[in-house]
């Protein structure tokens, strides 16, 4: 399956792995020689992907796990590093899109609860996961580190106040982490994306006036871009931060949006 030996022997965990973005980077990581850890909460299209993963000639295994509970990713963490001894890399991905998350919300729409969910299906989802692996890459001295987001973290866009409120906390505590746990020899990037033209969001409930204003939200974004943009897209940029490629950046978010927006 490798394609290339960039990421051979290493130990890779992606969550949210178990469909589209989350499950094209962990096929990636495979083709690159990586042992992956496939996470999500559906345990039947996780398992889907180890297999889709062994028939290709990769290796992979399933770990379960709700990305909003500290204590389920803790301990999702602890026996991964119980089986192999060691984690090397960790993609933050899923819970921002699935199929019970909000959807695009215009801020006088929004109730209470719902700030609440936003900050923690884009933000906490990352911080859970990243606080527990980045403990264990500490004692080994090094690991890569990848967080999946919205490029509305960096640009204003209407209807996501909290969606790119939430993942640009998340961008600025990458940014601060990488920091943090340079001197550990952790690195820790972003990637940042808008409308993806094989992940159609899985959510309703938009506001109406986003729904429906000619054509609605995702056609108006599908209209400004230049180029698609794919899952295999952000896999790849993925993987780019995940191997050795990248040993000289850390704290850094790469928007991968078709030309979309233009972030600096």
């Known amino acids: 399956m490798a394609t290339s030996t960039s990421l051979q022997s290493a130990v890779a965990l992606v969550t949210g792995a178990t469909a589209y973005i989350g499950r094209a980077v962990a096929l990636e990581l495979a083709r690159r020689g990586a042992r992956v850890v496939v996470s999500g909460r559906n345990v039947q299209a996780g398992l889907a992907v180890v297999e889709e993963i062994g028939a290709a000639g990769g290796g992979a295994e399933f770990e379960a796990a709700d990305l909003t509970d500290r204590s389920q990713v803790r301990a999702m963490v602890e ?3 119980g089986r192999h001894g060691r984690l090397d890399v ?8 699935s199929s019970d998350s909000l959807a695009f919300k215009l801020f006088l729409d929004m109730s209470g609860d719902d700030f609440d969910t936003y900050v923690r299906s884009h933000w906490l989802s990352r911080a859970h996961v990243i606080q527990a692996a980045a403990a264990a890459m500490r004692s080994q001295g090094r690991g890569k580190i990848v967080a999946i987001g919205t490029d509305a973290g960096r640009v204003a866009t209407v209807g996501e106040s909290f969606i790119g409120g939430a993942t640009g906390g998340m961008m600025q505590m990458c940014r601060v982490l990488a920091r943090e746990l340079g001197r550990d020899g952790i690195r820790i990037n972003a ?6 033209a ?11 006036a986003l729904a429906g204003q000619h054509g609605g939200m995702l056609q108006n974004l599908k209209k400004r871009m230049l180029f698609p943009v794919h899952c295999a897209d952000i896999a790849q940029a993925a993987a780019f931060f995940a191997g050795p490629e990248s040993d000289a950046i850390t704290g850094q978010t790469l928007s991968v949006n078709g030309g979309l927006s233009t972030p600096g």
Not at 90 to 97: D, F, N
Not at 198 to 208: H, L
Request: hydrophobic content about 50%; proline content about 7%; aromatic content about 8%.
């Open 79 to 81: 026996r991964i590093v």
């Open 90 to 97: 960790l993609v933050a991905s899923g819970a921002g899109a």
């Open 191 to 196: 990637v940042a994306m808008s409308y993806i």
């Open 198 to 208: 094989d992940a159609e969001p899985r959510w309703g409930g938009a506001s109406p």
